[in-house]
């Protein structure tokens, strides 16, 4: 009895928030950004002392 009380009590609040949030009527706009957005050709460019990646080619090693 408890179990399904409390799993009604859930259910209720779950539904109501559910309505409350389909009734809404909201008027917020998003504003748009003023920047241009990333550059990648800009970042490559001001990079500075990165380290190199090193790369071990085993492609021809036999046993």
Known sequence: MRKSSVFAVAAALIATGFGLWAASTTNARVASPTSHGI???QLMMDAKDLRNAEF???TFVFH
Do not use: C, T
């Open 39 to 41: 550059e990648p050709f």
């Open 56 to 58: 071990a080619d085993f």
